[in-house]
């Protein structure tokens, strides 16, 4: 069903000490939506991620993954984060695989896929990204824009309800900014739901359904990109914007 929630944040705090680092947190992201996170550094974009995926403890509120409210910690967390994918800044592949490995790696380890069944999607997922000439390479042979795309291939690999990606093309140079962007806008055609923190104004303009402004641990805004960047209405969000368009 369009619309229907599949990550839902309900009053959600966290600290660290005494940092009050994601404060109410309420952010609801629909089955096929991408939702687009900026705003300054060391607002808690990062750690809003990483929330979602639950690599960080809460200490209030509750996270709704498809219907199901996430467990504190177990098997159960383990499975249900399994379901959501992550595309960091720094790619993390393993450099002693090839690339063909790197992406069939969790579905082998976490879900017992067979190893040519594995192999077989990977291939398809490689090509996917425009990396099907590149499966025998290691990680080292290729340019920062293809390790990015190998590692959202990997992502995609386990088949995930949705995948986050954490400023996926700050480390990039930038001529090869465009070649990530370009497969992550076929990710958000194809119908994928993504939460994705980045600076790239221009993607955020054509593929986000909705940009969320975060300063000092809040939501600020939460609006269509068009209306966001025409009209932002908070001071954070218009000095913010002044700085960096
Ligand atoms: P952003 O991604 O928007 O730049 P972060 O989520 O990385 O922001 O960080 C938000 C705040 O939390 C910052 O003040 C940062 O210094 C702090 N912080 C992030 N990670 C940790 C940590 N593991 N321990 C303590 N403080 C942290
Ligand atoms: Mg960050």
Do not use: W
Not at 81 to 96: D, I, T
Not at 194 to 203: P, S
């Amino acid at each position: 069903m369009a619309g229907e929630a599949l990550i839902e944040l309900r009053g959600v705090n966290k600290y660290y000490g005494k940092l009050h680092v994601l404060q109410d947190i309420d952010l609801t992201v629909g089955r096929g939506e991408v939702v687009v996170i900026i705003g300054p550094s060391g607002s808690g974009k990062s750690t809003l991620c990483r929330t979602i995926n639950r690599l960080e403890t809460i200490e209030s509120g509750t996270i709704t993954l498809d219907g199901t409210p996430l467990p504190d910690e177990g098997r159960a967390l383990a499975e249900l984060r399994a379901e959501v994918g992550m595309v960091f800044q720094s790619f993390n592949l393993f450099a002693h695989k090839t690339v063909l490995a790197n992406v069939m790696l969790a579905p082998v380890k976490v879900r017992k896929v067979k190893k040519e069944d594995a192999a077989r999607r990977a291939r398809e997922l490689l090509d996917r990204v425009g990396l099907a000439s590149q499966a025998e390479k290691y990680p080292a042979q290729l340019s920062g824009g293809q390790q990015q795309r190998v590692a959202i291939a990997r992502a995609l690999a386990m088949d995930p309800l949705a995948l986050l990606f954490d400023e996926p093309t700050s480390a990039l140079d930038p001529e090869m900014i465009n070649e990530v962007l370009e497969v992550m806008q076929q990710l958000a055609r194809d119908g994928m739901t993504m939460v994705v923190v980045t600076h790239e104004m221009g993607f955020a303009r054509s593929a986000a359904n909705r940009v969320v402004f975060m300063a000092d641990g809040r939501i600020i805004e939460d609006r269509a990109p068009e209306d966001f960047f025409t009209a932002p209405r908070s001071d954070r969000a218009k000095d913010f914007l002044s700085k960096i368009l």
